[in-house]
Nanobody, 122 residues
Framework: QVQLVESGGGLVQAGGSLRLSCAAS????????MGWYRQAPGKQRELVAA???????SYADSVKGRFTISRDNAKNTVYLQMNSLKPEDTAVYYC????????????????WGQGTQVTVSS
């Protein structure tokens, strides 16, 4: 059973910071890529940041220069450091992982975390 467990959401004032964590556990052979998405009420889920197995990163234009994604391969964990938060960053943040897992044979599958609420007050 593969799981992604997120933590670190909460309520913060505009200009503040939060750090999200997402730990993957289970029969994982490799982590191919991990990322963070968010979904605000009434809006579609959007990609915030992603990091490949080689450490290459990409960001949505709206968070460039404010958010930083990183990973600890030894802990199968990805982080999202969010600085200079704005009210428009308010959303449920979801961790996503592209994993190679043992399900009979080794297969490559996509997994999602349960989501963590980030609320930025003005």
């Amino acid at each position: 059973q593969v799981q992604l467990v997120e933590s670190g959401g909460g309520l913060v004032q505009a200009g503040g910071s939060l750090r999200l964590s997402c730990a993957a556990s289970g029969s994982i052979f490799s982590i191919n890529a991990m990322g963070w998405y968010r979904q605000a009420p009434g809006k579609q889920r959007e990609l915030v940041a992603a990091i490949t197995s080689g450490g290459s990163t990409s960001y949505a234009d709206s968070v460039k220069g404010r958010f930083t994604i990183s990973r600890d391969n030894a802990k199968n964990t990805v982080y999202l450091q969010m600085n200079s938060l704005k009210p428009e960053d308010t959303a449920v943040y979801y961790c996503n992982a592209d994993l190679t897992v043992l399900v009979g044979p080794w297969v490559r599958k996509d997994y999602w975390g349960q989501g963590t609420q980030v609320t930025v007050s003005s």
